[in-house]
């Protein structure tokens, strides 16, 4: 009896030793794996009609920057309705066509330097440059600080927070300056100045002056 024991202990040890392990039942199925399609796809994080505007922006920085498209990394895209033709990124003194434009703001990041990029809903695509320095606008200058200082005391902001987005010529039709009050009366001659646009906090405020020192914010 001792040794019928003996025996069949020795019989497995010889089976663990020789790795010996039972095998699956026959007929039993291997745990299913899903086929790489079936995984399911990330959702991008920007809209998906922005997508051609987004490869546009991407493309057009490498080849400014002579870097692979790999290498620019798409920090974030969102919807933006720009004040005027040129997309809310006018040089000092260009001319722009008076109405709203919807599109898309782009923010890409290569070598460690962020990049902004403008569109508008279909197939224009522009890099904005940081915005010129308040020291740069010529005859407007005074009236720019005027309106930029105006406006931090409106927020109780430092200046520095406050950035210029663009100054314009205008010729505005009556001495409203182009922003009418309701009940006011104006004189109807046409009376030279600028529209300065100032962003701060991600919101933009839209200035008209004279060409001396009277300025409003036009809040239509």
Same mark, same amino acid.
């Given at each position: 009896?001792?040794?019928? $024991?003996?025996?069949?202990?020795?019989?497995?040890?010889?089976?663990?030793?020789?790795?010996?392990?039972?095998?699956?039942?026959? #007929?039993?199925?291997?745990?299913?794996?899903? *086929?790489?399609?079936?995984?399911?796809?990330?959702?991008?994080?920007?809209?998906?009609?922005?997508?051609?505007?987004?490869? $546009?922006?991407?493309?057009?920085?490498?080849?400014?920057?002579?870097?692979?498209?790999?290498?620019?990394?798409?920090?974030?895209?969102?919807?933006?309705?720009?004040?005027?033709?040129?997309?809310?990124?006018?040089?000092?003194?260009?001319?722009?066509?008076?109405?709203?434009?919807?599109?898309?703001?782009?923010?890409?990041?290569?070598?460690?330097?962020?990049?902004?990029?403008?569109?508008?809903?279909?197939?224009?695509?522009?890099?904005?440059?940081?915005?010129?320095?308040?020291?740069?606008?010529?005859?407007?200058?005074?009236?720019?600080?005027?309106?930029?200082?105006?406006?931090? #005391?409106?927020?109780?902001? *430092?200046?520095?927070?406050?950035?210029?987005?663009?100054?314009?010529?205008?010729?505005?039709?009556?001495?409203?300056?182009?922003?009418?009050?309701?009940?006011?009366? &104006?004189?109807?001659?046409?009376?030279?100045?600028?529209?300065?646009?100032?962003?701060?906090?991600?919101?933009? &405020?839209?200035?008209?002056?004279?060409?001396?020192?009277?300025?409003?914010?036009?809040?239509?």
């Amino acid at each position: 009896m001792r040794s019928a $024991r003996y025996l069949g202990l020795a019989v497995v040890l010889l089976l663990a030793s020789c790795g010996g392990m039972p095998e699956p039942p026959a #007929g039993s199925a291997p745990t299913p794996s899903l *086929p790489p399609e079936a995984l399911p796809t990330p959702t991008p994080a920007w809209p998906p009609e922005a997508q051609a505007l987004l490869d $546009r922006a991407v493309a057009d920085l490498a080849g400014r920057l002579g870097v692979p498209p790999a290498q620019v990394e798409v920090v974030r895209v969102e919807r933006a309705a720009w004040p005027d033709g040129c997309l809310g990124c006018a040089a000092p003194g260009q001319m722009c066509t008076d109405v709203v434009i919807p599109g898309f703001r782009i923010l890409l990041r290569a070598g460690g330097q962020e990049y902004e990029y403008r569109s508008d809903d279909r197939d224009r695509v522009l890099l904005c440059r940081p915005e010129t320095r308040i020291g740069d606008w010529g005859p407007a200058q005074s009236l720019v600080e005027a309106v930029v200082a105006d406006l931090a #005391g409106r927020l109780n902001l *430092p200046p520095e927070q406050i950035r210029v987005v663009q100054v314009q010529e205008r010729m505005w039709p009556d001495s409203s300056l182009g922003c009418p009050q309701p009940g006011e009366m &104006y004189l109807q001659v046409i009376t030279p100045g600028y529209q300065i646009l100032l962003e701060a906090g991600g919101r933009q &405020y839209d200035y008209h002056t004279g060409s001396q020192a009277r300025f409003i914010l036009c809040e239509k």
